[in-house]
């Protein structure tokens, strides 16, 4: 049973430019969320995904957007790339399916992203 | 707004010795408590969590009791290993919803044989 897959797990970019990240949920999981992850600092909360809806954002800039498809797999984008971009980042599945919210997240081994 | 704070790292330990990352949290409400655990290259995993006050977390020898009186939920462990090595991070829930989580910054967990 394959877990949270995400590609690429390296890209360089460069400032100004736009870049996709892509992440396959666990088998059985509905739910995405995107976390940023600053080197020597605790991820933080983007913006969930959930019946093909952002549901829930964090405080990031409307630069940031995402997507979910029908098969709960999801795309994260970023445009007009800055320096302060550069991180890890992380997708997160769960399952909400029900109403029930509280499933353990499973994350990801991440997109470390450089923007020069 | 909620906040984590843990002890800064890094924290280097021999083999069996007793470990003890602290942390703290800032938060409305009643959220549930989490530690999560970052091997090299890897993903997050759960290590183990408490929704309430006065539950204990435990898993893999680890533990973490949530404690409201002084809004913490420190992690224990009374033996470590070399394979412990990781980075450690103490997260809560915001919301009601594990999918919307506030981590701490983490601290760096070296054991030496």
């Known amino acids: 049973d394959a877990g949270v897959t995400q590609s690429p797990t390296h890209l360089i970019k460069t400032r100004g430019q736009q870049v996709t990240l892509r992440c396959s949920p666990k088998?059985?999981?509905?739910?995405v969320s995107w976390y940023q992850q600053a080197l020597g600092q605790g991820p933080q909360f983007i913006f969930q995904?959930?019946?093909?809806?952002?549901?829930q954002r964090g405080n990031f800039p409307d630069r940031f957007s995402g997507h979910q498809f029908p098969n709960y797999s999801s795309e994260l984008n970023v445009n007009a790339l800055l320096l302060g971009d550069s991180a890890l980042y992380l997708c997160a599945s769960s399952y909400t399916g029900g109403g029930y919210q509280n499933s353990p997240l499973h994350f990801g081994n991440g997109t470390r992203l450089t923007v020069t | 707004g909620d906040s984590v704070t843990q002890m800064e790292g890094p924290v280097t330990l021999s083999e069996e010795a007793f470990l003890t990352i602290n942390c703290t949290y800032t938060a409305t409400g009643y959220p549930s408590l989490f530690w999560y655990v970052q091997y090299p290259g890897e993903g997050l995993q759960l290590l183990l969590k408490?929704?309430?006050?006065?539950d204990k977390g435990s898993n893999k020898g680890f533990e973490a009791t949530y404690r409201k009186e002084t809004t913490s939920f420190h992690l224990e462990k009374g033996s470590v290993q070399v394979s412990d090595s990781a980075v450690y991070f103490c997260a809560l829930n915001s919301g009601g919803s594990n999918y919307k989580l506030t981590f701490g910054k983490g601290t760096l967990l070296t054991v030496n044989p």
């Open positions: 995904y959930y019946e093909e809806e952002e549901r």
């Open positions: 088998s059985g999981h509905d739910t």
């Open positions: 408490a929704t309430k006050a006065d």
